[in-house]
């Protein structure tokens, strides 16, 4: 591996590289011990694999048995079997029971997927001598949870005695389990406990997750590094979203038990952000000051992204209003409404104040800046064909074209080093596709 485990001040352990690793560096690949799909997925995807039903193609299969579980193919029901079948007789009436039904939609969730660990649990090699995976999940610390907290599971059939007592295997579920993500939208939940066990967290991460996800393959992890990783430096990578500036530590504390000190939640500490938030107009106007103090240049196309993550102390003081939740919200609905419907021209300024919080938020190479990026280049472009271009002599398009071109080589700059990730036909894909046709302009 080209990592190591080493003692840490606070934490359990840290993982340090053992020689450089370029940006872009799979540092530790692993698969899931369990994995369960989110509602909306299901029949869209193989329970399986995860992969995504080719629309254009014979759809997925359903189980028999229970019609609740869909594959690609045989396959994919045959390597499923080995757990499914502990629950599929049961399953339906479990889902249809009155205790199910009163979940929280994230408790229902929380219950298959643990209902899915003990059907790996109850399967061969159940033992956590002969089960890898299970020992390694059973050496990860429990979350902060106290007394009987485990959600109500589908009974299992099988004659073996369970080793394992349900609130165990719980109490490391929560704090334990990763949101899996095809092209950046989370599809499913899974829990991968090499993973866990070798990084911690930091809101300035230097790797993060991606999933590799193929046709009657199980889905693979990898954490990739974000920048140059120095040979004995700490690996870390993001538990929550970055931008949750102001629900963050809340969530650390109920389900990690930690306060995190990185360096943007110690920057975040020592500031003092007004209230209330700027909204509407005020926003907009705000945010427009923002993105012209982060990139001080005479025209967007001129815009270059920072090598350096951002220092939030160095941003003017009448702008750290903007630094709470609800405006980086507020200004993505407005983005992504301006983006769909139009006006056009109104995306593209709205679309710059999100990627000056986006580079203020999050380090260099992070994911979100790359797809947000591919987004704005794809708005410039809708600007381009959408226009009738009322005065030949001053085209929208010598004014649009190069900031589109600009957005989409940033984005390609930002997404190359985490390369492709989740389904085929990803965001790198459509990178391709739009520069064809900025090129043909």
Same mark, same amino acid.
């Given at each position: ?23 872009? $560096? ?15 997925? =299901?029949?869209?995807?193989?329970? @399986? ?18 019609? *609740? ?24 009436? @479990? ?12 408790? !229902?969730? +929380?219950?298959?997927?643990? $209902? ?65 993500? *095809? ?9 991968? &406990?090499?993973?866990?066990? /070798? ?17 009657? !393959? ?31 530590? !809340?969530?650390?504390?109920? $389900? ?11 920057? /975040? ?10 909204? %509407? ?7 427009? $000051? ?25 941003? &003017?003081?009448?702008?750290?209003? /903007? ?12 983005? *992504?409404? @301006? ?6 021209? *109104?995306?593209?300024?709205? %679309?710059?104040?999100?990627?000056? @919080? ?35 002599? +001053?085209?929208?398009?010598? =004014? ?11 984005? =390609?700059?930002?997404? +190359? ?17 739009? +520069?064809?046709?900025?090129? !043909?302009?």
């Amino acid at each position: 591996m080209s990592v190591s485990l080493q003692s840490h001040a606070t934490a359990r352990d840290k993982a340090v590289s053992n020689a450089l690793l370029p940006a872009g $560096t799979t540092v530790v690949s692993a698969t899931s011990l369990a994995n369960v799909l989110l509602p909306k997925e =299901k029949g869209r995807r193989c329970d @399986f694999c995860l992969s995504l039903a080719p629309q254009s193609e014979v759809r997925l299969q359903k189980c028999t048995s229970c019609a *609740s579980y869909w594959y690609c193919g045989t396959k994919c029901q045959t390597s499923h079997w080995r757990t499914h079948k502990k629950y599929c007789k049961n399953i339906n009436r @479990f889902c249809a029971s009155r205790k199910f039904e009163q979940l929280e939609g994230h408790e !229902k969730l +929380d219950a298959l997927l643990l $209902t899915h660990l003990l059907a790996e649990c109850s399967a061969g090699g159940a033992e956590e001598a002969d089960n890898p995976d299970l020992s390694l999940f059973m050496s990860l610390l429990p979350g902060p949870v106290t007394g009987n907290n485990a959600p109500p599971t589908c009974p299992l059939a099988t004659s073996r005695r369970p080793t394992l007592l349900v609130d165990d295997l719980y109490s490391r579920c929560g704090n334990n389990n990763f949101s899996i993500h *095809s092209h950046l939208t989370t599809i499913a939940h899974g829990i991968f &406990p090499l993973a866990s066990r /070798l990084f911690n967290h930091s809101c300035v991460p230097n790797a993060v997750a991606k999933y590799r996800i193929a046709p009657g !393959k199980e889905v693979q992890m990898e954490i990739v590094a974000l920048r140059d990783i120095a040979p004995g430096e700490e690996i870390c990578i993001p538990y929550v979203d970055p931008a949750l500036l102001e629900t963050r530590q !809340k969530i650390f504390q109920l $389900t990690y038990d930690f306060t995190c000190t990185c360096p943007s939640c110690t920057a /975040l500490s020592r500031l003092d952000i007004p209230q209330p938030a700027p909204a %509407g107009e005020e926003l907009i106007s705000l945010g427009t $000051t923002l993105h012209r103090f982060l990139f001080p240049v005479p025209t967007p196309d001129a815009i270059e992204l920072p090598k350096e993550p951002v220092h939030l102390e160095t941003v &003017p003081s009448e702008l750290l209003c /903007l630094f709470r939740e609800s405006c980086l919200t507020e200004l993505c609905e407005s983005f *992504s409404s @301006f983006s769909h419907d139009g006006p056009f021209e *109104s995306a593209l300024e709205v %679309g710059l104040t999100v990627l000056a @919080f986006y580079v203020a938020i999050y380090p260099p190479n992070y994911p979100q800046i790359g797809m947000h990026l591919l987004e704005m280049a794809k708005t410039a472009w809708n600007v381009i064909v959408t226009s009738e271009h009322p005065d030949p002599s +001053d085209p929208v398009g010598v =004014k649009v074209l190069p900031q589109a071109q600009a957005y989409l080589r940033l984005s =390609k700059q930002v997404l +190359d080093v985490i390369g492709p990730e989740g389904d085929m036909e990803g965001p790198l894909a459509e990178v391709q596709v739009l +520069d064809c046709l900025l090129n !043909k302009q």
